[in-house]
């Protein structure tokens, strides 16, 4: 590991080799503002221009940024095994990870289901993670900070777009929506008990530097452990809140 450049290190090996507590930028520094930044300049530029095209260049666009998105998830999975860094919390099962799976699903199949999923599932999985990052121990000079700013991007991008070319969520879709969730949790809930994970931050949250800064920032009390090591607890407001709730 000693000879791979630092450009290669994923989080968990830059937090390894220096400390859980190293970071490399702050929330809301000049890194992360810049980021936030290209996110909103991207999204509002390629929904402009999803509004504005017709129906062909639409189905281009929804193809090619949900291809991007599979293809920088799938990028990173081969990076950390070709550098010898994958473990098994390297899975695609956190929930943006599944988001760029439900991406490519919709890009090749567009459907009202993978839609509502987008909207109420990805898009405020992948804004809380532009804000509050886990991968500050990364420089910017570092395929995987890259990686990981441009996915969540396309990630926010997606279902925004999808929402300037005429999407409207349907509350009737909600239940559907929730059952997905309910089974996703489910199957993580026991995939973390087995090999001793974390994905979707539901097994220990408090751990997690995903969680940490933003509470730290806000000056919030994190809630007692206890109550997140029920996979229910995951079943947020937000999924009601994005229906108009």
């Known amino acids: ?42 999204t509002v530029g390629i929904s402009v221009l999803y509004r504005k095209s017709g129906a062909r260049l639409r189905r281009r666009l929804e193809i090619s940024v949900a291809m991007l998105a599979l293809f920088l998830e799938v990028s990173r999975i081969i990076e950390e095994i070709l550098t010898d860094q994958w473990r098994v919390g390297s899975l695609p099962l956190q929930l943006c990870s599944i988001s760029a799976f439900i991406c490519a699903w919709y890009g090749i199949h567009p459907n009202k289901l993978a839609a509502n999923i987008l909207y109420a599932l990805c898009l405020p999985g992948a804004a809380v993670a532009l804000l509050s990052p886990t991968w500050c121990a990364l420089p910017i000079a570092n395929f995987f900070h890259i990686d990981s700013e441009m996915l969540h991007i396309l990630l926010v991008c997606y279902p925004v777009m999808l929402l300037a070319g005429g999407f409207k969520p349907e509350i009737k879709m909600l239940p559907k929506v929730l059952a997905v969730l309910a089974g996703m949790l489910v199957v993580i809930y026991s995939v973390n008990k087995i090999l001793g994970t974390n994905f979707f931050f539901i097994n220990d949250p408090l751990r997690q530097r995903h969680h940490v800064p933003l509470h730290k920032y806000l000056r919030r009390e994190s809630v007692p452990h206890r109550v997140h090591n029920n996979p229910a607890s995951a079943l947020r407001p937000d999924v009601y809140a994005v229906y108009g709730y």
Request: hydrophobic share 40%; glycine share 2%.
């Open 1 to 42: 590991m000693s000879e791979l450049s630092e450009f290669w290190y994923t989080e968990y090996t830059m937090s390894k080799t220096y400390g859980y507590d190293y970071t490399v930028f702050n929330l809301f520094d000049r890194t992360h503002i810049t980021w936030l930044v290209l996110c909103l300049v991207f």
